[in-house]
């Protein structure tokens, strides 16, 4: 890329990371243009569509993700390494108000732009699972995507109420229970 180009991508990417934090992931495209100072071709070109621009802005967010659970991989509890890593995950889902949802959305869609930042989540986590699974504090029947979609369900939950600030640590402790062998 050009060097306009970079900073035109690095503009488009801190005014869009602002805006899905301040209106949610439907926030308006126009207006991150407009904040970024270019056009909304400029954004396109870019982006080819909302979803890329979502999972660029979630890249960062779901690196910290990967980075933590190779940290928590070598965790003397396997089981408190996996609760400490659904509670960050559910954290992430919900720093943008509509994350949940689109991530719920693309579980299955492997071609999804979004995609590029739930696969790796997806095998991360499932590290995490077989790890607390081993020893045997965790159901063998539980899968990973079950586990993601559950985090990414009481993320929403919380979002839908916010008046509520314990909802998703209720949740997450009652999905948890259900974990146990």
């Known amino acids: 890329m050009r060097a306009d180009a970079r900073r035109n991508y690095g ?102 732009a979004l995609a590029r930042c739930s696969g790796p989540i997806r095998e991360a986590g499932g590290a995490l699972l077989a790890r607390a699974q081993e020893s045997g504090e965790v159901r063998r029947d539980v899968e990973i995507g079950d586990l993601l979609q559950l985090t990414h369900a009481i993320a929403l939950a919380a979002e839908e109420n916010p008046d509520d600030p314990e909802l998703a640590d209720r949740l997450l402790r009652l999905t948890l229970r259900g974990l146990k062998p």
């Open 11 to 112: 503009r488009l990417l801190a005014e869009a990371r602002a805006s899905f934090a301040e209106h949610g992931t439907d926030a308006s495209l126009e207006d991150v243009a407009r904040r970024a100072g270019v056009g909304i071709g400029t954004l396109y070109r870019h982006f080819p569509n909302r979803q890329s621009l979502m999972s660029a802005v979630f890249e960062d967010a779901a690196g910290e993700l990967l980075a933590r659970s190779g940290e928590l991989l070598r965790a003397p509890q396997p089981c408190g390494a996996l609760v400490t890593w659904l509670r960050e995950t559910v954290t992430h889902a919900s720093e943008y108000r509509g994350l949940a949802r689109a991530l719920m959305a693309v579980a299955q869609d492997d071609s999804s």
